[in-house]
């Protein structure tokens, strides 16, 4: 079975950093991309981050770049999102997701002062 | 950016109904859609990926269609299990976008 456990999230004041991590089993981890998606309160889902199998590409969303990293350990099957300078407006819950199939539970993460 | 258009934002239904939830991309999206299932609490669930794929697991009441840019979800008799949010994910290009959701509520 196929489990994705999010941790990490939590409240933080703009400027600060946060990261975030996934551990995932249940799946060959090296063989899939892996994705961080948010979903702030209240509001639709937006997808924030993707790394390649071997991490050797990353792609991310506009409002995010120069801030956040996504990386992955593939000898310990987890995913990162290391996030600095947050803004208010990062405010959400992340969810790690493979192969945009299946989602963690998410973790919260709140910024403000 | 790839604006996935969804539609309708809300609907309400009763059991047994046949039900379809639309997405519509600004531009085409190769059949690289997938449907997912939120309820509160929960992580969402993929149902349908690549247009028309069954998730395994997942009943064959639940169907999709589509190419280019129109796709659709449908759920052909409805189960008082199957009232939730859904909504669409285009993975065809980099950034992917979602669909703004469908609440579906009991009438």
């Known amino acids: 079975e196929v489990q994705l456990v999010e941790s990490g999230g939590g409240l933080v004041q703009p400027g600060r950093s946060l990261k975030l991590s996934c551990a995932a089993s249940g799946f060959t981890f090296s063989d899939y991309y892996m994705a961080w998606v948010r979903q702030a309160p209240t509001k639709g889902l937006e997808w924030v981050a993707s790394?390649?199998?071997?991490?050797?590409?990353?792609y991310y969303r506009d409002s995010v770049k120069g801030r956040f990293t996504i990386s992955r350990d593939n000898a310990k099957s987890s995913l990162y999102l290391q996030m600095d300078s947050l803004r208010s407006e990062d405010t959400a819950t992340y969810y790690c997701?493979?192969?945009?199939?299946?989602w963690g539970q998410g973790t919260l993460v709140t910024v403000s002062s | 950016d790839i604006q996935m258009t969804q539609s309708p934002s809300f609907l309400s239904a009763s059991v047994g109904d046949r039900v379809t939830i639309n997405c519509k991309a600004s531009?085409?999206?190769?059949?690289?859609l997938n449907w997912y299932q939120q309820k509160l609490g929960e992580a969402p669930k993929r149902l349908i990926y690549n247009t028309n794929n069954l998730q395994t697991g997942i009943p064959s009441r639940f169907s999709g269609s589509g190419s280019g840019t129109d796709y659709t979800l449908t759920i052909s008799s409805l189960q008082p299990e199957d009232f939730a949010t859904y909504f669409c994910?285009?993975?065809?290009?980099?950034?992917?976008?979602f669909g703004g959701g469908t609440k579906l509520e009991l009438k």
């Open positions: 994910l285009q993975h065809n290009s980099f950034p992917w976008t």
């Open positions: 997701i493979v192969a945009a199939a299946y």
């Open positions: 531009q085409n999206i190769n059949k690289y």
């Open positions: 790394i390649s199998y071997d991490g050797g590409s990353t």
